[in-house]
């Protein structure tokens, strides 16, 4: 159960190291996901065995990406209208701070980050 439990907080680790832009994109705006990266020591068929995962429901569109890069391989469209409306980010001093909107007939997506997929080789260590 201890080694199970070290090697399940080694892959914790990395997934969120793989978060943070070590191995993978900077696209961190508040940290939620990568604080929600959890391990948990479980019992399945009465052997025991370790979870590493989130309960964020985007980490799957993070891990997967979207539009093009995800697994459907196409644009974003509107599901109702002619266009989309985000709000744009301001850069700089104020970083985080939003200002304005940004208007798109599509949008091509997000690259995934399998942050937790490539984090499974710290359990060999």
Same mark, same amino acid.
């Given at each position: 159960?201890?080694?199970?439990? &070290? &090697?399940?907080?080694? $892959?914790?680790?990395?997934?969120? &190291?793989?978060?943070?832009?070590?191995?993978?994109?900077?696209?961190?705006?508040?940290?939620?996901?990568?604080?929600?990266?959890?391990?948990?020591? $479980?019992?399945?068929?009465?052997?025991?065995?370790?979870?590493?995962?989130?309960?964020?429901?985007?980490?799957?569109? $993070?891990?997967?990406?979207?539009?093009?890069?995800?697994?459907?391989?196409?644009?974003?469209?509107?599901?109702?209208?002619?266009?989309? $409306?985000?709000?744009? +980010?301001?850069?700089?001093?104020?970083?985080?701070?939003? +200002?304005?909107?940004?208007?798109? !007939?599509?949008?091509?997506?997000?690259?995934?980050? !399998?942050?937790?997929?490539?984090?499974?080789?710290?359990? &060999?260590?």
């Amino acid at each position: 159960m201890k080694d199970l439990l &070290r &090697r399940g907080l080694l $892959v914790e680790t990395q997934a969120k &190291r793989n978060l943070g832009g070590i191995g993978g994109p900077k696209r961190i705006d508040t940290g939620r996901l990568r604080a929600s990266i959890a391990t948990q020591v $479980v019992r399945r068929n009465g052997d025991p065995a370790v979870i590493v995962g989130t309960n964020v429901k985007y980490a799957i569109f $993070v891990h997967d990406g979207t539009g093009l890069y995800g697994p459907l391989h196409r644009l974003i469209k509107p599901k109702h209208g002619r266009v989309m $409306v985000f709000p744009s +980010k301001l850069h700089g001093k104020k970083k985080g701070k939003f +200002k304005g909107k940004v208007v798109a !007939q599509s949008v091509k997506g997000m690259r995934r980050n !399998q942050f937790l997929k490539n984090a499974l080789t710290a359990a &060999r260590g």
